[in-house]
């Protein structure tokens, strides 16, 4: 992992080192602790922030280098804006804001976890340790002469809380699912010449080591499934397609019924015989992203003990043109026994997940069934990169993801399903075709998925726009987003877990 920063809590009492970074909000004043480490020097950040109309704004900050009388080399006050109105994602951003500031030099840095009113709580400081990984993270490791802009931040990070046992205890789950979330990421950023099916579906297996059982079908393995959508996607590739699943038994009873989670894992999309225009096509190497948002889902789920059953299934291929590569006009007969007409070879994500939705449906029987999906450009005409889709047969489904997406910033908006768009994927020649117009392309592309999930409640989320090459932001600056891993792990500790 790309990820050199380290995280530590020490007692309010701790004698600061290196950088220190204090809070304020927007009445300038500071907490009890924070106070007592300032010492007399308050005057002097008054002025100072007089003079550079400091006013604790949220994401702004005054920095004073080599304060006089402080055994420190630096110190930022930070604005946290209102504070009376901060919620769990906004104190992820001033975790990741407070490090942006950070150079790579800065080698030690104490954070005092405390506003004007007193001590944070400890979810609050988890969070805020949560920001700090997640902004640190950097995708530098193809550059061999890294520039400093390039360079990892390196510090040691110490949070001076109040009860740092509270601290630890808080941030010990929230630090596992970090860690997923720069997995997915990590996942989404490798290059296609490195991550194909089969070195995806490795890295996958690397979860064995935490307890989740691996199970990889290779070609023959999804021959004999008659995964036959998948497959015909994969068939114009050099490198084989494969699908993991991924098995987490943390509930009680292991009978107890799975959540599922699909991801779509294109790991190259070129368009195959519809092949896509050179412009950009280079960001189809993230066309995995559901995959990779997936695998990170089930290293958090795994790594906190998460108390649920869980299954991740991911489809991985590649998308190539060649003489074996399937054509506009062929029929794909899929694993459910339902026939597909291609259209057009660039709508494979929708065939890929139609076998593994099917699959999973059926061997799994879950209690629902989400699938995530680079599915569509058109969901990024809809939604741009600050949503992703939902797509869904179930509102109670719907609405914990939209709650979930609100709690943890990774937002999502529901789209609509319906069977006047349903007709428009019929087909002349098979039960159904893989592409219809431009209009509601989106939706169309839902409909298709739909139509391989049973009565399971399901959920589609098209991340076209969120899972990759979204603008960087306060806690991300890297092209992957791992996007989906926060949302789906809170969804799963509100709704679905037996509590502790
Ligand atoms: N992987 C693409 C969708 C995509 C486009 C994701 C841009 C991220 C950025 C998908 O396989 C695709 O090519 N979809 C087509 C479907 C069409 C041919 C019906 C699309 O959206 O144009
Ligand atoms: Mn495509
Ligand atoms: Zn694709």
Redesign the pocket.
């Known amino acids: 992992m790309t990820d050199a920063v380290k995280v530590g809590f020490v007692p309010f009492s701790a004698q600061p080192r290196g950088v220190l970074v204090v809070f304020t909000d927007e009445t300038l004043r500071f907490g009890p602790a924070t106070r007592k480490v300032l010492g007399g020097y308050e005057d002097t950040i008054k002025r100072a922030a007089a003079t550079a109309q400091f006013k604790g704004k949220s994401g702004s900050a005054l920095d004073i280098l080599a304060p006089a009388g402080l055994k420190i080399g630096r110190l930022i006050v930070a604005g946290t804006g209102k504070a009376g109105s901060l919620k769990e994602e906004d104190y992820i951003k001033i975790g990741g804001t407070s490090v942006a500031r950070l150079k790579a030099g800065n080698e030690a840095v104490t954070m005092i976890a405390e506003l004007p009113g007193g001590p944070l709580k400890p979810d609050q400081v988890a969070a805020i340790a949560a920001g700090i990984r997640l902004r640190a993270y950097k995708f530098n490791r193809y550059k061999t002469k890294a520039k400093d802009e390039d360079a990892a931040l390196k510090a040691q990070i110490s949070i001076a809380v109040a009860d740092v046992a509270a601290a630890k205890k808080a941030f010990s789950p929230t630090n596992n699912v970090v860690d997923g979330v720069l997995i997915a990421r990590e996942l989404v950023n490798e290059p296609p010449n490195v991550l194909y099916p089969v070195e995806f579906a490795r890295r996958a297996a690397l979860l064995r080591k935490l307890g989740v059982q691996v199970e990889i079908f290779d070609v023959a393995a999804m021959k004999k499934l008659k995964m036959g959508a998948l497959l015909g996607v994969s068939q114009g590739s050099a490198h084989d397609g494969r699908m993991v699943v991924m098995r987490w038994n943390g509930a009680a009873s292991k009978t107890d019924k799975p959540v599922a989670f699909v991801g779509k894992g294109?790991c190259f999309?070129t368009?195959g015989i519809?092949i896509?225009p050179a412009g950009s096509m280079e960001?189809?190497k993230?066309?995995m992203a559901g995959a990779a948002c997936v695998v990170g889902l089930m290293h958090a789920l795994a790594a906190r003990k998460a108390k649920v059953n869980a299954v991740g299934a991911i489809g991985l291929v590649e998308?190539m043109p060649d003489g074996n590569a399937q054509r506009p006009g062929d029929i794909v007969t899929t694993m459910s026994g339902q026939t597909i007409e291609i259209i057009?070879t660039?709508?494979?994500?929708r065939l890929v997940l139609a076998d593994v939705l099917w699959y999973t449906a059926q061997k799994y029987n879950p209690k629902f069934m989400i699938d995530l999906a680079?599915?569509?450009?058109?969901i990024?005409v809809a939604l741009g990169t600050e949503y992703a889709g939902l797509f869904s047969n179930n509102d109670q489904l719907s609405e914990r993801l939209t709650k979930a997406g609100q709690a943890t910033g990774e937002r999502v908006w529901r789209m609509p399903l319906g069977p006047e768009y349903d007709k428009q994927i019929d087909s002349k020649f098979a039960d159904m075709k893989?592409?219809?117009g431009r209009n509601g392309?989106s939706i169309t592309?839902a409909q298709l998925l739909q139509r391989f999930v049973g009565d399971t409640p399901w959920a589609h989320l098209d991340i076209?726009?969120t899972g990759?090459?979204a603008p960087a932001s306060d806690i991300n600056t890297s092209w992957g987003s791992g996007y989906g891993v926060r949302l789906l792990d809170q969804l799963v500790a509100d709704y679905y877990e037996a509590k502790r």
């Open positions: 294109v999309d368009g519809s896509k960001d189809m993230g066309d998308n057009n660039d709508a494979e994500g680079t599915l569509t450009g058109a990024m893989n592409a219809a392309g592309a076209a726009g990759m090459g």
